[in-house]
């Protein structure tokens, strides 16, 4: 399909509705937002390229915030109340929470806003659902590009929620300001099952589901926790990772939560190092887009499609080597057609 002046006007028109909106705060129109900074369609990335450089002066304000952990721990549970804690201190929130995708559909099948049925209704918070649909790190390829529509929207507080399986932890602390790291109160085994690099990340270890009978392993998993962040060299020298208790059921420890990430930001904004880190995590960005475009050229090239297919045969049966296939292929990636 061709598009001509007016249809190209309307668009244009579109883009200025979706600015104007976003800029005023309506949530609609920021899911709408969203949505086409989601878009895999090519005739979209042109509109959404667009959509981000009118946004991108009014972004930048808000504390991100990266919540992981495994399956399991308690992620909604803990990020509504602390949402409505923070909403109820006067904080616009937002939340990007990535869940894992439908093999079938590629769409979201936990559904945050039935898990957080209460803070979706809240006036002061934005919570929006993307598959990661099979990204790695079980972030959305656009989650980035989220994050700075909802802060020009004027929410303050953006939580990043992943599904908390493989690379997910890293994806997130590299998009973020501060980075919590959930964890159920099991201690001990469990402890020994958390790698030693997601440890690295976190800023804030929460221990969830403190309360009732299971108040003492809590406790008991706090202990275990901190021995192991003790071994760790901080991130940064302001620094030390601190271990804390919430009860998200009964409400307790969420504000210790709160004012622990207050501390680490203002620590981080201290020295000028939050612009260093937000600088460093955006030239980081950039190469990412750069390396996928040229995945997506490669794959989409007539001369590697032609090879691709044998040579993928012969490197798995042992006939040609890795290295060589690879020559090859980037070879005819060269040529034109």
Do not use: C
């Not at 959404?48 to 808000?62: F, V």
């Not at 307790?252 to 990430?261: D, F, K, S």
């Not at 995590?281 to 499609?305: C, I, K, T, Y």
């Amino acid at each position: 399909m061709r598009y001509g002046p007016p249809a190209m006007a309307e668009r244009r028109e579109d883009i200025e509705k979706l600015v104007a909106g976003v800029l005023a705060g309506d949530r609609r129109l920021l899911a709408r937002a969203i949505t086409l900074l989601e878009s895999t369609r090519a005739d979209h990335r042109g509109q959404a390229e667009a959509l981000l450089a009118r946004l991108l002066p009014a972004a930048g304000r808000a504390h991100r915030i990266g919540v992981s952990g495994a399956p399991g721990v308690g992620k909604s549970t803990f990020i509504e109340a602390f949402g409505k804690l923070l909403t109820g201190q006067g904080s616009k929130v937002a939340v990007l929470a990535v869940d894992p995708s439908s093999t079938r559909s590629g769409g979201s099948i936990l559904g945050d806003k039935t898990r957080m049925a209460e803070l979706a209704r809240d006036p002061n918070a934005f919570i929006r659902p993307s598959p990661a649909g099979g990204h790695a790190g079980g972030v959305a390829r656009r989650t980035r590009e989220s994050v700075l529509a909802a802060e020009a929207a004027g929410f303050d507080v953006v939580l990043v929620e992943t599904v908390g399986v493989g690379q997910s932890e890293i994806a997130v602390e590299d998009m973020v300001d501060s980075f919590v790291l959930l964890a159920s109160p099991g201690g001990g085994d469990e402890l020994q099952g958390i790698k030693r690099g997601v440890m690295e990340l976190a800023d804030l270890v929460v221990v969830t589901k403190a309360d009732g009978r299971l108040l003492d392993a809590a406790r008991h998993a706090a202990a275990d926790y901190a021995s192991a962040l003790a071994l760790i060299r901080p991130k940064a020298p302001f620094w030390m990772p601190e271990v804390l208790l919430v009860s998200a059921r009964e409400g307790e420890g969420l504000a210790e939560v709160w004012q622990a990430l207050v501390r680490h930001r203002a620590g981080l904004e201290a020295d000028g190092g939050l612009a260093r880190r937000r600088a460093e995590q955006a030239r980081r960005w950039m190469w990412s887009e750069v390396e996928r475009a040229l995945g997506d050229a490669f794959a989409r090239h007539p001369g590697v499609a032609r090879l691709l297919p044998g040579l993928e045969a012969d490197v798995a049966a042992g006939r040609v080597a890795a290295s060589e296939a690879a020559r090859r292929l980037l070879a005819a990636f060269r040529k034109r057609g």
